[in-house]
Structure formats: structure tokens, C-alpha cells
């Protein structure tokens, strides 16, 4: 049952029961993404003003100059998931390997696993465009002790028990899922709560926008190409709109509350793509499955994708049902092998 304007907190312990394994943990996980996500957000809106701005000097694992507010939050999100006897092991995009996470009380084992994005789309952050927070939780599979990549980390996206992003923008928002839709809650910045503002969000079976880089035109394999095209074309409810703001949480976020599609495709320069499957694509994609969209790699549901190592990327085609349908179409009429 969701009630507009009602705080996250009370959402969380009213809905609590709807989840499968009501311990009351995963709520207090949530709990803690939302204060790190305060504390992130009030970083965002000063960065203007506070010497935050330019790359900390360092590069992370994907060869990306980390902006110091990409270090700031990965250590908000960091710190807010551990010692709450809840998280066994936490992997960054910021960090090369996963952070294995030991219970104080050697009779308690923290179930979950945590996967996060800590600040996509950073490179928007010095010309005040939206950035946002993705993050993916599973429970752990190997029962007791240090997690194990591959058993614990490296599940396929179905299993996630919740997802969700924040995004830092006009207003700084959380859209999660626990597996019983989608719901997103607004910051009331004067007083520091969220409020229900997006109560069961449902993509639109049917968009006008595509989201892509058009810059790779030239390097897309030819399906994404006439896919391309035929948004273009002259016909029907078409040409669509083009609307890219170059920040996944922004761009998914448009296309789940007016209907769209958002594609990073691969492409003779990025044989993969770019986009992350654990922490990127994978929560994501659970989150348009729960709002009644598709998420796929252009063959298969990113869902079901078997994960073969930490910071793997997917091509990645996501939003509206029928318009991910209509690129698979062209993409294995073009390629019908993946
Ligand atoms: P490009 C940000 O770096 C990001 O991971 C997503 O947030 C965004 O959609 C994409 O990459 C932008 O990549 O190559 O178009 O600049």
C-alpha cells in the first residue's frame, strides 16, 4: 500500500512485511544507503563552491581520473555499510577489489552483499549536470565467513533481493525496488526527510525518446545503426525525440517516468561497451523489469547474463518494452548470432 508524501522511513517498516526475508536488516540497509546518500548530496550542491572540483590525481580501475568527489562518496558509501552487522562484502566501481566486511559478533553473519556505483557519471560534476548513486544488494550464498567473488558477487542480476539509484539533481532523489515495484522519494532538503513522491512507478509500454551517444554513430554495429535511423525516420509516431544527458541515472530516470529508450551499445572501439554490469546495468535493468519495462545486451535479458568477473561490461538497452524489443529486431536481423 503506498501513500503519497509518506517519509521513506515509514514506507520502509510499513512495507516491510512484503519482503520475503523481513529481518528487519534489509530495511536498515536502506536506511543507511539513504544517510550516506544526505551526506553525498550535500557535498553535490556545494561542489561549486568548495575546492572539491578537479580529479584527486588518482585513476581508478577504469582508467577514469577520479574527481575528489568520486573518492568522497565511495568512502560515504563505504562507511555507511559497514559496521551495521548487516553487509559481508561491498564492491566499488572505485575500488579494484570487493571489501570483505566481518561481523563484531562472531555468532552473527551479515547476509548481504553490497555492489555500487558510487557517483556515476562524475565527468558531469564541474558543469553542474545530475550525477547520481547505483546501487545493487544480494544475499550472500556461501553461508558463513570472508564472501567469495564468485559464489557471493558474481550472481546474475535475477537474484538481487533490491536496487536502486539516487540521483543529485534538481531535486535529489531515491527510486528503489525490494522486488515489489518501484517507488521514488523526493528530498525535502529544509528538514532532511524524503517524501513519497513516485509511488509504483510503471515505464510506458511505449516511448518517443532514444537515449544514445550519437558521437559513436560511425563505430555501432549495423543494427544499432538502422535502429538509429529508423528513431530518425519520417513515419508514424516518429522521428522520436533525441535526449542524452550523458549520466545513466538521469537519462534511465526520464525514460522510466515518460517512456523511452536509453543504449550503450558496443562498438568496433568499445568491444563491450562501457557500461558496468554489476553496478550499472544490472540494477537497472531489475529496476525496469519491476516498473513493466525490458533491459537487455540486444540477444538476451541483462538479468540473466552470468557474470564472469567484477567490473565486466554489457552492451546495454533499456526502458521502454517495445522499443527494446524493436532494437533487438534490428540487431539480430543484422547479426542474428551474438
Ligand atoms: P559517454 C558516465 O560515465 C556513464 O557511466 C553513464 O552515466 C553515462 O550514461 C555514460 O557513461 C556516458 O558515456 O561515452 O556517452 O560519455
Redo the contacts with the bound molecule.
Sequence with gaps: MTKKNQTLGEFIIENQTSFQYSTGELSKLINAIRLAAKVVNHEVSKAGLVDILGAAGDTNIQGEDQQKLDVLANEKFIQALTNREIVCGIASEEEDEFISINSNDKNHQNKYVVLIDPL??S?NIDVNVSVGTIFSIYRRVTPIGTPVQLEDFLQPGRNQVAAGYIIYGTSTMIVYSTGDGVNGFTLNPAIGSYYLSNPDIKIPEDGKIYSV?EGHYVHFHQGVKDYIKYCQKEEGDRPYTSRYI???AS?FHRNMIKGGIYM?PKSSKQEEG??RLLY?CNPMAFLAEQAGGKASDGYMPILDIQPKELHQRVPFFCGSKNMVDKVEEFIQKANPKQ
Design positions: 556515476d557519471g565527468s551517444n550523458g549520466s545513466l537519462d550503450y562501457k557500461l550499472e
